[in-house]
Nanobody, 121 residues
Framework: QVQLVESGGGLVQAGGSLRLSCVASATLRFYRMAWFRQAPGKEREFVAGINWSSGITYYGDSVKGRFTISRDNAKPTVSLQMNSLKPEDTAVYYC???????????????WGQGTQVTVSS
């Protein structure tokens, strides 16, 4: 397993932007990385994923065209650029690492502690 630490959450008005970062304790070369989010009373939801080696990205339907996941090959960091934020994007956002890229949480065996994103209307 790899240790993951998220940062960049906060409070923003609807229509605004935030950038989340996830720093890993080791190389992510052989991992599939993903961002999930969980709002109060709701299940954890897949937001975006990236195959570290190929760079291929995947997005949940609710964020397509607004969010962008990227990786920094110079250091083990994956980021999530969030634009045109909506109140329904309010949630705790988690970074996850695993050997299989999936939209469910089960295949991921390393998780960060989460960072709160709050979008006001």
């Amino acid at each position: 397993q790899v240790q993951l630490v998220e940062s960049g959450g906060g409070l923003v008005q609807a229509g605004g932007s935030l950038r989340l970062s996830c720093v890993a304790s080791a190389t992510l070369r052989f991992y599939r990385m993903a961002w999930f989010r969980q709002a109060p009373g709701k299940e954890r939801e897949f937001v975006a994923g990236i195959n570290w080696s190929s760079g291929i990205t995947y997005y949940g339907d609710s964020v397509k065209g607004r969010f962008t996941i990227s990786r920094d090959n110079a250091k083990p960091t994956v980021s999530l650029q969030m634009n045109s934020l909506k109140p329904e994007d309010t949630a705790v956002y988690y970074c996850a690492a695993g050997t299989l890229l999936a939209t469910s949480a089960h295949p991921y065996d390393s998780w960060g502690q989460g960072t709160q994103v709050t979008v006001s209307s």
